[in-house]
């Protein structure tokens, strides 16, 4: 009796579930062919997945803690305000986290052997964050949310994973090289680039009128056509790091 009156919601819950986790697979599924030199085990690419949505989590708290000193420090709704909340709180809040969970999961693992390698794994911690988000906005605000968000703000952040990951794959590369002056602008560059991107994708879908969403739906386009044509270009040429010591650089 009560499985026959609960069956409809748990029924409609489950496709919204699948509604929010289809998009991230599919694209996850698309960076993994991508590899073509050494394919990563299931089981590593799991643990990317893994840190994705455990940065959730930090990125929540460190989100509500700015949230709370930003409400008390600059008017709300202000131009500063927003500058400050999308680009410094979310942006790097958020991509902040997804690099923190990468590179403590990845950076010296015996797998990371290529440098296409770091944009695969900077995309699953990415779809990672972006699977376990779209979970919790499509369970609270419905199916019509899983289809915006399936594309934008899934295929957004795994843009944001493209642009990590590129940095972070020359970042690592650099490091096998020791020139660690150069690894450690590119692992800079790893959060800032994506913080930046996102920040500005946050701002720009902010913009509440006709012609915002008109900059907005061109930005995403731009935003698509970079990182697919990135993900092409590094999976062309990849290479192991102990192949070319001297040439590695994309």
Known sequence: MFYFLLAPILTYNWILILAAVVPAVFLMVKAYQSDRLEKESPAFLW?????????????????????????????????????????????????????????????????????????????????????????????????????????????????????????????????YLEKNSLSCLFRALAVVVPAIIHGTYDYIASVQTQEGSLIFLGFIAVLFILSFALVNHMSRNDHYFEIDRHSFFF
């Not at 693992?109 to 990672?128: I, T």
């Open 47 to 175: 643990v990317m997945v893994e840190s994705g949505i455990i940065s959730t989590i930090i990125a929540l708290v460190i989100e509500k803690i700015g949230s709370l000193i930003l409400d008390s420090a600059v008017p709300s709704g202000s131009p500063l305000y927003n500058v400050i909340l999308y680009f410094v709180i979310v942006g790097f809040a958020e991509e902040g986290s997804k690099f923190f969970m990468l590179y403590r999961r990845s950076w010296h693992s015996p797998e990371f052997n290529c440098q296409y390698d770091g944009v695969v794994y900077a995309l699953f911690v990415s779809l990672g964050f972006a699977l376990w988000e779209n979970i919790s906005y499509v369970l609270h605000y419905g199916f019509s949310t899983a289809v915006v968000r399936a594309v934008t703000a899934i295929p957004g952040h795994a843009c944001f994973g493209v642009f990590m990951g590129v940095f972070y794959g020359l970042a690592r590369g650099y490091a």
